[in-house]
């Protein structure tokens, strides 16, 4: 199921009056089902000690969102500048900022290993001495390579570009020790959008086995296994959701059979994303247009400036027309935006009620890796962020980009290289 019908219940009646107040093209977000959706993760997780969730903060970079996610009592996962300093601005402390980069670049390790630092998540053994200020703690992304077949959306291990490979990961935390480090944590990232909580079990089993082949090797302990993000969410009716009981109750038990054999466990951490957040969005647009053609085309007023994923993967998101979504659905149409692209499409050949101009439609799921992944091509800006608070009231949480954001880096002091200088 996308959208869950307590979301549903509270939005749809409220679109007329929102369109109103803030006129489409808007994001809008759920904070109830946001936090729900947190306490889940946490109960569900309660039987492995330290265990936190670091929210991707890539999947929606908004800073209402992150405040929610600091008061649930989460860490965040940044891989950039900017992202740190979202986090540090919301207060977070070092050991709340899981700084999982890859493809580091110099000046990216100064900013992250100033201000107390953060977590210090590495991608490569060749970056050991480029860290400036070596951390306590250090930790390393796991790449399985040939030992996982790969999930749907983030391909073969094999073929990834991330992390270090278990032939060197021994030699990484040796490394990392010979340069001070006394702290450890061990990473990893093989799925996305994974509905088969199995998937997710096999690569908990999996890091706990490295943990557990680096501890006897080198004689440390890790404080905290990572098992990244990659729970998968339903972007389509009859998809079901991830079974995180059972998914839970069976790594809760590898965790149990790590400390039996050991005497200790590491925490458990893990970056979610598209879980947290990603059903708890939807992107809501006017029909302005429609054309006959050799297909019949809907033209809506936000294009894939405000969601790309339908565009960069093919990938599907529900779409209701509001009051008529118990209608019959007799038409076919593609949903298209204004962009001079023709992959510009919310959806291809879909079943649809009737649509006129005028008509709202709710695009669902895009609260992750939604708004945070649109751009400015074309000259199509991003639309507002909004959030549906739990007591009801809308509130604007980030204004739509204007021309003048758009002509913004034209504001800078002139500069020439003569020639022949
Ligand atoms: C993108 C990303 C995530 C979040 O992925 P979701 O699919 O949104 O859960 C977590 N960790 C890292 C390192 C990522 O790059």
Redesign the pocket.
Known sequence: MPMSASFKDRLFPRIPQIQQHFQTPFHIYDESGIRETGAQLVKAFSGIPGFREFF?V??LPNREILKLMKEMGFGF?C?SIPEVILARELGARPEDIMF?SNNTSQEEFDFATQDGGCIMNLDDISLIEKVPHFPEMICFRYNPGPRRTGNVIIGNPEEAKYGVSHEQVVEAYRQAKERGATRFGLHT?VA??ELDYTYIVETARMVLEVAEEVEAALGIKFEFVNI????GIPYRPEQKTLDLARMSAEVTELFDGFRKRHGHAPAMFM?????MTGPHGALVTTAINSKDTYRRYIGVDACMSALMRPALYGAYHHIDVLGKDRDPKTEIYDVVGSLCENNDKFAVQRELQPIEDGDILVIHDSG??GHAMGFQYNGRLRPKELMLRADGRVELIRRAETVEDYFATYDFEPSVLPAGA
């Open positions: 991707a890539k999947a996962d891989s999982t990232m996305s959008n990244g993000g990659g729970f970056e979610s994303g598209r879980f992750a890796h």
